[in-house]
């Protein structure tokens, strides 16, 4: 995979998500506990909200050992012009 980071699904080619995919399906029969994020910083945010999908990345991301950051649309200001990256 040659992107790193996206935020659109669309950044990724047909073969990237395939990979991705495969990479999964090998972690899970692996069955490693592994801690890929072990000091990673990781900011989520959401356009609507959802409890279940924010649970269910935070959760991911407390697995492998990383730190989630929530930021609602109430915390960021972009209405006036701040940016979030």
Not at 11 to 36: C, F, G, H, P, W
Request: avoid cysteine; charged fraction near 25%; glycine fraction near 8%.
């Amino acid at each position: 995979m040659t992107t790193k980071h996206f935020l659109n699904l669309r950044d990724l080619s047909n073969q990237d998500i395939l990979n991705v995919l495969d990479r999964a399906i090998e972690r899970k029969s692996q069955k490693q506990k592994e801690k890929t994020l072990v000091g990673s910083k990781l900011g989520l945010i959401f356009e609507k909200p959802s409890t279940r999908t924010r649970i269910s990345f935070e959760s991911g991301i407390l697995h492998l050992g990383g730190n989630a950051i929530f930021m609602s649309s109430s915390d960021l200001q972009l209405s006036r012009g701040e940016t979030s990256v």
